[in-house]
């Protein structure tokens, strides 16, 4: 691990460098621009039993830097995590690129860092990126070149789950056509909170912890794929600008979903291992995607076919024992089943009238195969609806959403008010509240429900 870092902090200093080097006054017609902001949020946990939230502080700071046909662009995040259960496991202070559990705090992470050059036809970029293909907001079926970051999973939008990734990228316009090119050259793999932590959700690890609070849960690391280009993850995307602005998209590459194996249960006093690792498998997926407006209706499809795709069984076949107790326990082997899956949705936009805007979304995904030893059902679906409305001249915004799961009645339901108090501050509430079976994908959060403030200044 320590050869990889090394390496790829090397290849950040030489990125950095490039920057400062196009930004210099010496390249002639030169500018630049930098913006950013900080977020100071505190939450009040409306289940005591869940583990603390403590007050976090965030900022983020853009910089780009312009000479002739060349850019130089970062975005720079970081600050104090108050999800991370204190001491913090991890000192280092820069989010890595081959590390699933990562508890550090305070922490930097740099979620885009790329030079670009723009021709008259062609442009290429390399360096730190993140991609956005397909339409449907959330969950996007086709957006497979990013892992997420799960550390505060449905509580971060789509955007702020993104990990940048090192990668190589290439787009060719001709009219209104465009071809999109992407390499990255070694798996990046999702990060997940540490078991102990409040956004890990229902699993046999934290019920155990919470019969032995005073032991530290230890999940083990997997061994990643060899940095190899046979194990590097492509897409390719090509889109039309019209009336309607479809895409065709193309992924072959490691699944970014989780989905995990099973080693060994291990308990004592002071430690346990809750005995399951991620896993990695390599699937394909192709897919289409399509947008048009008509009228006060912003409507937008996506479609996306995947083989080979991994998925867990059941929790309650895993093995585990039904009283656990102390020392080690061999669990079920074969957690994991091969399927294709069919994923499509639609989604729309209407306008209500001048400051309110209702969104609505519907998805769905079909699982191929016998499917009786899942958890999830042959078909499952998310249906999603936000109503945004702004107030007072737009001093005011608040949203209403809620996101519901039919096949298991599980549901998410969020309120949110920001009033903006100048040009650079604004202050915001949100509430949020899960229900549902622990396995479902909103009822492992039911322990979750919140309220946060934030206060935000940016310039």
């Known amino acids: 691990m320590h050869t990889k870092t090394t390496s790829l902090s090397r290849s950040l200093l030489l990125l950095i460098a490039a920057g400062l080097f196009l930004a210099s006054p010496s390249q002639g017609e030169v500018s630049s621009s930098s913006s950013g902001r900080l977020d100071l949020r505190g939450v009040d946990p409306r289940n005591s039993g869940t583990a603390p939230d403590d007050p976090g502080l965030f900022g983020r700071i853009k910089?780009?830097?312009?000479?002739?046909?060349?850019?130089?662009?970062?975005?720079l995040?970081?600050?104090?995590?108050?999800?991370?259960?204190?001491?913090?496991?991890?000192?280092?202070?820069?989010?890595?690129?081959?590390?699933?559990?990562?508890?550090?705090?305070?922490?930097?992470?740099?979620?885009?860092?790329?030079?670009?050059y723009s021709g008259s036809a062609l442009d290429l970029?390399?360096?730190?990126?993140?991609?956005?293909?397909?339409?449907?907001?959330?969950?996007?079926?086709?957006?497979?070149?990013?892992?997420?970051d799960y550390t505060q999973y449905l509580r971060k939008p789509l955007e702020d789950r993104k990990i940048g990734v090192p990668s190589l990228s290439a787009n060719l316009t001709r009219d209104r056509w465009t071809v999109e090119t992407v390499l990255v050259p070694s798996l990046v793999p999702y990060r997940l909170p540490m078991p102990d932590e409040r956004w890990a959700g229902s699993s046999f690890a934290t019920s155990v912890h919470q019969a032995l609070p005073n032991?530290?849960?230890?999940?083990?690391?997997?061994?990643?794929?060899?940095?190899?280009?046979?194990?590097?993850?492509?897409?390719?995307?090509i889109t039309y600008a019209g009336d309607i602005e479809w895409g065709m998209n193309l992924y072959h590459g490691f699944d970014p979903r989780p989905v995990f194996r099973t080693t060994a249960l291990l308990i004592t006093p002071t430690v346990i291992d809750p005995g399951y690792v991620p896993d990695f498998h390599r699937i394909t997926v192709v897919g289409i995607d399509a947008a048009a407006i008509v009228n006060d209706w912003s409507l937008r499809m996506e479609i996306a076919y995947a083989s080979n795709r991994y998925l867990n069984i059941r929790k309650e076949l895993w093995g585990y024992p039904a009283a656990p107790g102390p020392g080690l326990t061999a669990l079920n082997p074969s957690i994991e089943e091969k399927h294709d899956t069919l994923d499509y949705g639609i989604g729309a936009d209407y306008r209500l009238f001048e400051d309110g805007t209702l969104l609505m979304q519907v998805q769905q995904t079909m699982t191929l195969g016998n499917t009786g030893l899942l958890y999830e059902k042959k078909r499952e679906t998310i249906v999603w609806a936000n109503l945004k409305v702004f107030w007072m001249n737009q001093k005011v915004e608040t949203n209403a959403s809620i996101a519901y799961n039919p096949e298991h009645r599980?549901?998410?339901?969020?309120?949110?008010?920001?009033?903006?108090?100048?040009d650079s501050w604004k202050a915001g509430v949100t509430g949020v509240a899960f229900n549902g079976p622990e396995q479902s994908i909103f009822g492992r959060y039911s322990r979750n429900d919140q309220v946060e403030a934030e206060l935000i200044y940016s310039w």
């Open 410 to 422: 599980d549901a998410m339901a969020k309120l949110n008010a920001w009033y903006v108090l100048s």
């Open 125 to 148: 970029k390399a360096g730190i990126q993140r991609f956005s293909w397909g339409r449907l907001d959330e969950y996007p079926a086709n957006d497979l070149l990013n892992p997420w």
């Open 77 to 116: 995040e970081g600050g104090w995590d108050g999800t991370v259960k204190r001491p913090a496991r991890d000192h280092s202070l820069f989010k890595n690129y081959d590390t699933v559990y990562q508890s550090n705090t305070p922490y930097f992470e740099f979620k885009e860092l790329f030079v670009a």
């Open 215 to 237: 032991a530290q849960i230890v999940p083990q690391e997997p061994d990643l794929p060899a940095r190899t280009l046979a194990n590097s993850n492509g897409g390719l995307r």
């Open 63 to 75: 910089f780009d830097g312009n000479a002739s046909s060349w850019k130089f662009h970062s975005w």
